[in-house]
């Protein structure tokens, strides 16, 4: 056996501690510890909405009217956060609206997450002509506004959830492909990616065993802003009419038609509203402080 | 209503009627009696037969000015000013087009471009008389041939052409007069020949505009012209230097406009319609949003004026189709739903329930139809049972406007509260209405708005075919009865048949009728909409500068 | 340099060509057609068949795109189906006020932006730092259709200090200037005070600060100089979100500009409008990737080549 | 004769014009003639930059050559058939300079190890007794299967690099730097490794460095690098002695005594 010792290297890759510290750095940044919290209550009251949603018969929740007890203010008897202008309990609404944003959301944002890591590690591994061919697909993409492809799509096919989630994807996934390219040009770099293919392991395998876990981390993080990005543009597009459809409960809709009611009772717009903003809030700045714990000099832009 | 407060209603009314009261302190002073503003219009309207119908009296009204810009906020996207083919009538259509002949507010026929009319004894023909020296904005004389021209457009090609069915003939006559022969007796033409879409045009000028006709060219015979035509941002028309003058008898300015321009510009979400007119970026708005209506009553620079709008809300369902061509089922619903709550919430209280198809102001509404289709969701529950429904589910498709939408998020819950579950899908404009007229949806709300409300049973009737509606036999009947009536007396009896008819069978399930609301400035004048008009005139409109 | 301006140049011809094809293909096969909108529903059934037959619509999608590519190719973008408006006129119009309002929006978000972001970086954790941050999470976090409903109540039916949609004077440039800046305000506070951070960090900037430089002079002239460039180069991508924005901040504030009626002619199915505006905007894209690669390319003109590491 | 290299050649291009074609190129390896025997140990000396590393990766056809050719154990590049390129992977193996870039930071030890191994198709016993014996021959325990990289020292890893490079059962070995960036008293308990198991396993090696001191101790014969061209070739202890090119001789008058500072951890090894 060698004299050598195990040395402590901080940055720790080991699932446990590496959670542990992150955690540690995550809860260092006042902001970021506020962000994981707001995210962490949204993915719960999102998942509570999502179950609303999807399991049949549960529709009630939100649906329930009583047109006796409409545009009640916030902590009036029964409802927390008051009752819209049909006398539905504002608080399922905000619950089932936030569900329907966490799925649009983490759906849309996973399949440009998907395309995204497919095409970026094809054009960054392999490089040569599959590189030109994607980049430029990438580049063609990348930035193009997405409210703008959704209002085209929208008038094209009836606008609906599923027509901006297509929009939000064909644009966004070439964010992630930009990203996960230069990660895998600068992984391609790296030694244990030749030691593996001094190894004669595969391209594809390659890509998912030593590319793809290694670039987790930044993606995530860019995940993050995305889904943000994804619930902003759904409930913008709601607000002008080419988004979810009434009477599908999004919180771009409630706050729409919220709108209506500013004069008379403002709780309608403005508790969907500040749930909204609590969210993009929550997601932005936790992906801020899992950025800074991930990988220092990623930026947004 | 206590006695005391009956009669103080009583002497509210007699205030009104003798001109010592306007029409909003009525409004009021009905409101702290605990009567809704609507109720209020409706008595109005029905009192308002003496010519004030729109609401406003002489004596408050001082000095007409000359000049200056009236601002209007509008509750649509406009649309071509196309009189002959256009989607519909909006706004400035009466500022720029004349219709041959009008309703006084009473709903009594008077003259407009025709000064007389009138029927032979066998009812098979019907002469006007044309009012001598009108000329269209292009300066062109307007001459009885140029009516003949026009009505010939309009009877083949014209939006209108089924109701012209019945005429065989259109041609000049003597003395500046056109006669029409009929194929068989049709007291109701006359219905239709004073609605918006057979307004008098230059057809000459129309064939040399082609698809500018109502956008960059309109040559009629309004007191006002077109001049910029931007339909998703503004409607501007100028005054007319050269109008002869108004044949209306309840028009009182008898010369050219007061007014410069009249500029219109449309303020699509319910809630800014309240807040232009309240910031004072628009001097007339149309339609506020229900909730806000209090909030502007209350506002003393403003006079809200409040009608019923010549329109109602219903639904039709698909009855060639499995359950919901079920006998009774359309009666369940219609008794499922209730229109008071409808009317309280979703309208504010701005809003008639209705029970039949057409809104409760018209001058041959049979209140008849009221027992019909009470809220009862006992019964609806028991006819839904007795049709051996243990539940009924369907699609409902509706144009994407917010108060459509929230009419049906209303009416959804109070069918969920008897088992029956409706989705409701709301689409623009561009796909509900092929999907509509090919009967795709298993139901579909619409809202017409039109000055005769049987053109719209006879329509929509046949949309998109008897058998969707069911093939309703004594509502065909009455249709029939309407469509060969000779005289006035048959045309009513004609349409209190068929509104009977109607609310029994419910080839469509009426909902509402909402409230025609006109806020404006108190620096506007003579702003008289009428009760019988879906739009005001504006001849005699003026502005404090 | 050539080489970048011909190969972005080739790049947007192609992105022209497949986004034409798209935009006339889709918004013909959307369901629903224009003859729907412009027809009245009592006499459908013969009015939107003739009116088929006037506008070509009853053609083959395919011919209407050669139609269509051989009058742009002409100058010709025809004319508005709905308005009978001319399309380079709206263009023109709906142009020039996007661009006050871009422009507007643009001025404010450097005038709040750059000075704030360096005074939150000279005084770290100050009042004015902290207070900015705020306003950066803030205008990150609150969407910005909600920010409007809440300045036209506030600002417009409240206190009537501001109309509350439309258009005119500057007045109603405010309101939706404001609202279509706020997030582009926050991000690139947040990038100025960055950047300039990481400048004050850097040893020529002690270097200074020994020979006695003003404390204000390292600052806003040395300081903010160097970290000048990933703001130029944001400016493109800012332009960018900017014009995507003006279609929800123009429809909102009903701000006659190019968003607002692309929004509507595509909800009418105003065919020429429609496709003519949706490439505009994509000329807008094209035009605004363009300069943010110039501004990547000119900060950074070594760029880096595949595989050349030894 | 394992390894023929026959005017070999890579060349990078630096620059290009409007259609995409190159204009300017950096010549990594320039028409280089080397042979290596088999058993012998070839150490290749030169400064950084000057192509070692290059013809590292061409040896081990991780980069095509752009002219000449390479003939390794019998298979000819360019040219080789995907069943040759199969043997010819699991025949050369290649260990890095850096023991920290080298190792997956994702991957446990056992993984690292019996990577090579996915086409031998063994069961996950076996597996791991492979990976044991693996362990034992480079001298870490055994404990060390479950670990991730970044829980050991320099050395440590480096013998993890060396247990994967051994995994396939090789008969060369590039050793690219291998010692360069570790404690010096960590380099002489390396070296000393790789001298007994290039013995013991009866290995062909290139030893590659920039450092004739550390080559000196285990290479048979030596060829100097300079620009990308193979200036000088022979006997160890003959070059020692008696070098001949200018270059050499600059080489070995300037050897640095204390060079061995590890490099710090990069920051990038640890996404």
């Not at chain 1, 729409?256 to 509203?273: H, K, Q, Y």
């Not at chain 3, 939706?176 to 305000?185: S, T």
């Not at chain 4, 890893?157 to 291998?178: C, F, G, K």
């Amino acid at each position: 056996m060698s004299v050598e010792q195990v040395v402590h290297v901080p940055s720790g890759h080991e699932p446990a501690r590496r959670l542990r510290e992150a955690l540690t750095l995550l809860f260092a940044n006042k902001l970021a510890s506020i962000g994981a919290l707001l995210a962490a209550a949204f993915v719960v009251v999102g998942v509570a909405g999502s179950v609303i949603v999807l399991v049949p018969g549960l529709d009630h929740l939100y649906t329930d009217q009583n047109l006796r007890a409409a545009l009640l203010p916030p902590l009036a008897p029964d409802h927390v956060l008051g009752t819209d202008h049909l006398g539905r309990d504002l608080a399922w609404r905000v619950v089932t609206g936030s569900g329907i944003s966490l799925m649009f959301g983490v759906a849309v944002t996973a399949i440009s997450m998907a395309i995204g890591m497919v095409v970026g590690s094809i054009a960054g591994y392999y490089g040569g002509i599959a590189d030109r061919l994607l980049s430029g697909a990438i580049d063609f993409t990348w930035g193009f506004p997405v409210i703008l492809l959704a209002v085209v799509l929208g008038g094209m096919l009836s606008p609906g959830l599923l027509v901006v989630g297509i929009a939000v994807a064909s644009v966004t996934w070439a964010g992630f492909a930009r990203m996960i390219r230069a990660e895998a040009i600068s992984l391609h770099e790296k030694e244990f990616v030749e030691a593996a293919r001094a190894l004669g392991v595969s391209g594809p395998r390659i890509i998912v065993r030593h590319l793809l876990p290694n670039m987790l981390g930044s993606t995530l993080v860019l995940g993050t802003y995305y889904v943000a990005a994804a619930i902003i543009v759904e409930a913008s597009l709601s607000f002008i009419g080419l988004g979810a459809q009434p009477p599908m409960p999004s919180l771009g809709q409630l706050i729409a038609t919220g709108r209506n009611f500013l004069s008379v009772d403002p709780w309608v717009a403005v508790v969907p509203g500040t749930a909204m903003a609590l969210i993009v809030l929550g997601l932005n700045t936790f992906g801020d402080g899992l950025r800074d714990v991930f990988d220092p000099r990623l930026r947004r832009w | 209503m206590t006695q005391t407060e009956e009669s103080e209603l009583r002497d509210t009314i007699e205030q009104y009627r003798n001109a010592r009261l306007t029409r909003r302190d009525f409004v009021q002073r009905a409101a702290v009696l605990g009567i809704s503003a609507s109720v209020a219009a409706s008595i109005l309207a029905a009192c308002g037969g003496g010519g004030g119908g729109g609401g406003t009296t002489t004596g408050e009204e001082g000095q007409p000015v000359q000049g200056g810009v009236l601002r209007m906020g509008y509750d649509r996207a406009f649309q071509k000013l196309d009189n002959v083919v256009g989607p519909w009538a909006d706004e400035p259509f009466t500022a720029i087009y004349e219709v041959p002949i009008i309703r006084d507010p009473g709903g009594k026929f008077v003259s407009s471009v025709a000064e007389a009319w009138e029927f032979s004894s066998d009812g098979l023909t019907l002469s006007m008389k044309i009012r001598e020296g009108l000329k269209f904005h292009s300066g062109a004389p307007l001459t009885a041939a140029n009516v003949a021209e026009d009505f010939n457009i309009f009877r083949t090609t014209g939006v209108t052409a089924n109701f012209w069915a019945p005429v065989k003939n259109v041609e000049e006559g003597e003395n500046n007069s056109v006669v029409l022969t009929l194929s068989k007796t049709n007291y109701g033409l006359i219905e239709t020949i004073s609605t918006l879409f057979q307004s008098i045009h230059n057809e000459a000028s129309r064939k040399a505009a082609g698809e500018g006709w109502g956008a960059t060219t309109v040559d009629a015979t309004g007191p006002f012209t077109l001049k910029t035509f931007k339909p998703a941002s503004e409607v501007v028309v100028e005054r007319w230097p050269d109008y002869p003058g108004s044949g209306v008898p309840f028009v009182t300015n008898k010369g050219p406009a007061y007014l410069d321009s009249i500029r219109w510009v449309p303020i699509l979400e319910p809630a800014n319609r309240a807040n232009e007119i309240e910031t004072g970026s628009v001097d007339i708005v149309k339609s506020p949003a229900a909730q806000d209506i209090s909030r502007l009553q209350s506002n003393d620079d403003l006079v809200v004026l409040e009608l019923q709008e010549l329109s109602n809300y219903f639904i039709t369902i698909d009855r060639t189709r499995g359950a919901l061509g079920q006998p009774g089922v359309a009666q369940a619903m219609s008794h499922a739903i209730d229109r008071q709550a409808l009317v309280d919430t979703v309208f504010f209280g701005h809003a008639v329930p209705t029970y039949g198809p057409i809104f409760p102001a018209y001058r041959w509404y049979d209140p008849g139809v009221e027992a019909y289709n009470e809220y009862d969701p006992d019964k609806a529950r028991d006819l839904l049972k007795s049709a051996g429904l243990s539940e009924l589910r369907f699609t409902l498709l509706t144009q994407n406007q917010p108060i459509q939408v929230q009419v049906l998020e209303a009416v959804g819950g109070m069918l969920r509260e008897v088992g029956i579950t409706m989705e409701v899908k709301a689409v623009e404009d561009a796909a509900f209405f092929p999907d509509m007229f090919a009967g795709k949806p298993d139901a579909f709300m619409f809202k017409w708005l039109w000055e005769s409300p049987t053109d719209n049973m006879r329509f929509f009737g046949r949309v998109p075919s008897w058998d969707y509606n069911g093939n309703p036999p004594k509502s065909m009947a009455g249709i029939d009865a309407w469509e060969s009536a000779a005289t006035e007396e048959q045309l009513e009896k004609a349409c209190r048949q068929v509104q009977l008819a109607w609310a029994e069978e419910l080839p469509f399930i009426p909902l509402v009728t909402q409230s025609l609301v006109w806020v404006h400035h108190k620096r506007v004048h003579n702003f008289r909409p009428t009760q019988t008009s879906i739009y005001p005139l504006f001849n005699d409109v003026w502005i404090e500068a | 340099m050539i080489r970048f301006v011909l190969s972005r140049g080739i790049r947007a011809a192609l992105i022209f060509v497949v986004a034409s094809v798209a935009v006339c293909y889709g918004l013909r096969v959307a369901p629903g057609s224009l003859a729907d909108i412009v027809t009245n529903p009592l006499n459908r059934a013969f009015a939107v068949k003739d009116l088929e037959e006037r506008l070509g619509l009853d053609e083959p999608v395919i011919v209407q795109y050669f139609v269509f590519v051989r009058n742009i190719m002409g100058g010709d973008f025809g004319v508005s189906f709905i308005s009978n408006r001319s399309v380079t006129e709206i263009i023109a119009t709906g142009g020039l006020n996007t661009l006050k309002l871009g422009g507007a929006a643009a001025i404010l978000t450097y005038f709040i932006s750059v000075p704030l972001g360096i005074m939150a970086a000279a005084r770290r954790n100050s009042v004015i730092d902290q207070g900015s941050m705020l306003i950066a999470v803030l205008g990150m976090a609150i969407p910005n259709f909600f920010l409007a409903i809440l300045l036209v109540r506030l600002f417009a039916v409240e206190l009537r200090w501001l109309p509350a949609a439309g258009q005119g004077g500057i007045k109603h440039l405010i309101l939706p200037a404001v609202v279509l800046a706020a997030e582009a305000i926050a991000i690139n506070l947040r990038l100025v005070r960055a950047s300039v951070l990481e400048q004050l960090s850097r040893d020529y900037i002690r270097t200074l600060r020994a020979k006695g430089a003003s404390e204000r002079r390292v600052v806003w002239i040395h300081a903010f100089r160097n970290a000048l460039p990933p703001v130029i180069t944001f400016g493109g991508v800012m332009l960018r979100t900017l014009l995507g924005y003006t279609l929800v901040v123009e429809v909102i504030f009903r701000y006659p500009g190019l968003g607002f009626e692309l929004v509507d002619s595509v909800l009418k199915r105003d065919y020429a409008v429609a496709q003519a505006l949706a490439l505009v905007f994509i000329a807008g894209v094209v035009l605004f990737n363009f300069l943010a690669d110039l501004g990547h390319h000119l900060a950074e003109p070594r760029i880096r080549e595949r595989g050349a590491a030894g | 004769m394992l390894v023929e290299l026959r005017g070999l050649g890579k060349r990078f291009p630096v620059a290009r014009d409007i259609l995409r074609r190159p204009t300017r190129w950096l010549l990594a390896v320039d028409d280089v003639n080397l042979d290596v025997h088999r058993g012998e140990t070839l150490g290749l000396i030169g400064e950084s930059g000057c192509g070692k590393s290059t013809l590292a990766r061409l040896i081990l056809a991780l980069v095509p050559s752009t002219s000449g050719s390479a003939v390794v154990d019998g298979i000819r590049f360019p040219g080789a058939s995907r069943e040759e390129m199969r043997r010819f992977r699991r025949r050369v193996q290649i260990i890095f300079q850096d023991p920290f870039g080298s190792l997956d930071p994702r991957m446990k030890v056992e993984e690292i190890i019996t990577e090579g191994l996915s086409h031998e198709r063994l069961r996950r016993a076996e597996r791991r007794e492979r990976a044991k014996r693996l362990l034992e021959l480079v001298e870490l325990p055994v404990t060390a299967l479950g670990r991730y990289p970044h829980e050991f020292s320099g050395g440590q890893r480096q013998r993890i690099s060396i247990a994967r490079a051994l995994a396939p059962r090789p008969i060369l070995i590039v050793a690219d730097e291998p010692v360069s960036a570790l404690d010096v008293s960590v380099q002489g308990t390396i070296l000393n490794l790789l001298v007994t198991l290039q013995r013991e396993l009866s290995l062909t090696c290139i030893f590659i460095s920039h450092d004739i001191s550390v080559v000196r101790h285990v290479a048979d014969r030596i060829a100097v690098m300079h620009l990308g061209q193979i200036v000088e070739i022979g006997d160890s202890a003959e070059i020692l002695r008696r070098p001949l090119h200018p270059y050499t001789q600059a080489l070995l008058s300037s050897v640095p005594r204390f060079n061995y500072a590890p490099l710090p951890p990069r920051g990038e090894a640890r996404t």
